[in-house]
């Protein structure tokens, strides 16, 4: 799409959360309580706002935002309900592609993650290939919680923010 911040601040408020509402999965209401923080001076500034949302709510809340998130290489994507972003990230990322060892490696691992912190493992799909994703999986299964919840979070954020560039000039200043 690449609209000017200038574009994106005169937004009416259905518009801006039809088209951001997914920059963080499945949770336009995030998108919802940053409209009013219009105008942005630029995308690093929409960025921001969305981030201090995401900062300031509790753990329960940044839990919250982590469960919308689908498995990778999961049902969702067997079954072709992922969103958009979803399924173009997790195919740049080789999840579509896994041979049926990987596959079951991937289901076993998304379980037992799942079952330790009572969320889905959350990578930024597009910065990993599918060996990689694996070995992150793997390896983060050994964290605590609260390290792995701030860690989820941390993905949450990079995939946002690939998900803005896709969506607005970055440096396009505003024309107030």
């Known amino acids: 799409m690449n609209m000017e911040i200038a574009a994106v601040n005169a937004l009416p408020y259905e518009d801006f959360v039809n088209i951001f509402g997914n920059v963080v999965e499945k949770c336009p209401i995030i998108t919802a309580a940053v409209w009013s ?7 690093g500034v929409f960025e921001a706002a969305i981030n201090e949302f995401i900062d300031a709510l509790p753990e ?5 935002i982590l469960r919308c998130h689908p498995d990778l290489a999961g049902r969702d994507l067997q079954s072709g309900t992922l969103t958009l972003e979803s399924r ?3 195919a ?4 579509d592609a896994l041979d049926s060892a990987e596959a079951s490696r991937m289901a076993r691992l ?3 993650y799942k079952q330790r912190f009572g969320f889905p493992f959350v990578i930024c799909a597009r910065m990993n290939d599918k060996a990689t994703i ?3 999986l793997s390896e983060r299964l ?3 919680r609260a ?3 701030a860690r989820g979070i941390d993905e949450v954020k990079k995939i946002c923010r690939l998900r803005l560039q896709a969506l607005v000039l970055t440096d396009s200043p505003n024309k107030l």
């Open 92 to 95: 740049r990322a080789g999840m």
């Open 110 to 112: 998304n379980d037992q």
């Open 37 to 43: 923080r219009r105008p942005f001076v630029n995308l």
């Open 147 to 149: 390290v792995e919840r």
């Open 88 to 90: 173009e990230e997790q």
């Open 142 to 144: 050994r964290n605590e």
């Open 134 to 136: 694996l070995r992150q």
């Open 60 to 64: 329960s809340g940044k839990e919250g």
